[in-house]
């Protein structure tokens, strides 16, 4: 399955299938993306980051893919389970200053809601 | 794994009063953190950046005198919210980077306020 930018919030999906989340982020400024799973109560959760030097990273069951051309951000979450249900934020952060990135101030997207039906 | 713990997890005050919330690094230093609130069904939006050893910075449209932030040590940082009204019942929550540059940031498990 997959979501449609921040239009569509909601995706559901079959344990087992591919989960595709996508993400706009607002500033071309941006050098560093992170993607953040939040469960009901819980603070993020970090699952993974990519920075705006590469275009593609992987990790374990997901892939970010960066596109800086457009300021699309997406997250590939394969044979999704139950268990990966929740809200699925992406986050950009802005260099706080010249002379190099520093980490901190993060602009969060809107968050997609990730169902996965057993 | 660096890990940032908030205290309360979740708290309920009368309209009027104060409120604090700690925010702890428990294996790292942080210098900076940051202090995020969040409503329900929306996204996280920054409030403001606590530093040790100086003043807070605050985004536009957020109150300092009513959103106190004190960055007492390298390990702590607490918000105050103070003469709480019921619109600030929201869902309270701190991140902090760990120093080592290229990590992610860490966050707490957020503070639940409601003010009745």
């Known amino acids: 399955g997959e979501s449609v930018g921040l239009h569509l919030p909601t995706l559901s999906v079959q344990e087992g299938d591919n989960s595709i989340i996508n993400c706009a982020y607002s500033?071309?400024?941006?050098?560093?993306f992170i993607w953040y799973k939040q469960e009901s109560g819980k603070g993020p959760q970090f699952i993974i980051d990519?920075?705006?030097?590469?275009d593609k990273r992987q990790g374990q069951r997901v892939t970010v893919l960066l596109n800086k051309t457009v300021k699309h951000l997406s997250l590939q979450i394969a044979a999704t389970q139950p268990g990966d249900s929740a809200v699925y934020f992406c986050a950009e952060n802005l260099p706080l200053g010249a002379g190099g990135t520093s980490y901190g101030k993060l602009t969060f997207g809107q968050g997609t809601i990730l169902t996965v039906h057993p | 794994g660096a890990v940032v713990s908030q205290h309360p997890s979740w708290v309920i005050c009368k309209s009027g009063t104060s409120v604090k919330i700690e925010c702890r690094s428990l294996d790292f230093q942080a210098t900076t953190m940051f202090w995020y609130r969040q409503f329900p069904k929306q996204s996280l939006m920054l409030m403001a950046t606590s530093n040790e050893g100086s003043k807070a910075t605050y985004e536009q449209g957020v109150e300092k005198d009513k959103f106190l932030i004190n960055h007492a040590s390298l390990t702590l940082s607490t918000l105050t919210v103070t003469s709480a009204h019921p619109e600030d019942s929201s869902f309270y929550i701190c991140s902090a980077p760990d120093g080592f540059g290229n990590s992610p940031l860490h966050f707490g498990n957020g503070t639940r306020l409601t003010v009745t």
């Open positions: 990519i920075r705006s030097n590469m």
């Open positions: 500033n071309s400024a941006s050098d560093y």
